[in-house]
């Protein structure tokens, strides 16, 4: 028996590269709904309203102290019979992301938002623009460029919280290699196969993430 058999990988690779793809469907759709709702909480909390402010902590405190595993088995196994409805493993996988990239987003957008000098929206009010005239024109475009980094850097996190996926079977990477490894009774290939997989996605990732921290101070 050889010491890394890579006929193990080989012969699966199929399983492997339809995991790595469900990985990226879910990374790609659960960062962009968590940036929209990552807007929507981190605007109301800005918004001047006590009671929205405190529903939008609400939330973001909620998410961002119960873990990710925690919310995907909730509401999975939980929520059907708390609320009666039926939801299959895509929309769990997918609220439970969202959601959690969701509180996230929410304090590195209200954190970017508040980094802007006040007088920017003084100065705005006092054109006569209204909340959202002012966040849309002056506020948001300026925001944005210091809250890329931060941004990209959950992004990246995000990707990796995918491989929780699985204890809901949802078939994505680390799902298809605990399969393979359950058969091949390989799992020192398996496992070290999804890690490099890993490492190919995600390094170039990080590096770009440094590359637009380097070029936002650079703009400040």
Excluded: C
Aim: hydrophobic share 55%; no cysteine.
């Amino acid at each position: 028996m050889h010491l890394f058999d890579l006929s193990v990988i080989l012969q699966n690779w199929p399983l492997f590269w339809n995991g790595l793809l469900v990985t990226l469907f879910y990374s790609a759709i659960s960062i962009a709904a968590g940036l929209v709702i990552g807007l929507i909480i981190g605007l109301i909390q800005l918004t001047g309203s006590r009671a929205l402010s405190i529903l939008g902590r609400v939330y973001v405190e909620i998410f961002r102290n119960i873990p990710l595993l925690v919310i995907l088995l909730w509401i999975y196994y939980a929520f059907p019979i708390f609320a009666g409805l039926a939801v299959t493993k895509f929309w769990a996988g997918f609220a439970g992301l969202s959601l959690y990239a969701g509180a996230f987003y929410a304090e590195i957008l209200r954190a970017g938002v508040q980094s802007i000098d006040k007088g920017q929206t003084d100065a705005s009010t006092a054109l006569g623009m209204t909340y959202g005239q002012r966040m849309r024109r002056v506020i948001l475009p300026q925001a944005f460029r210091r809250m890329i980094p931060p941004l990209a850097g959950q992004s990246i996190i995000q990707i990796k919280n995918t491989t929780l996926m699985s204890m809901i079977t949802v078939p994505d990477l680390l799902y298809q290699a605990s399969y393979v490894s359950s058969f091949t009774y390989r799992p020192m290939e398996v496992y070290t196969m999804v890690g490099v997989m890993f490492l190919a996605l995600l390094v170039p990732l990080t590096f770009l993430s440094r590359k637009l921290e380097t070029i936002s101070e650079r703009v400040k």
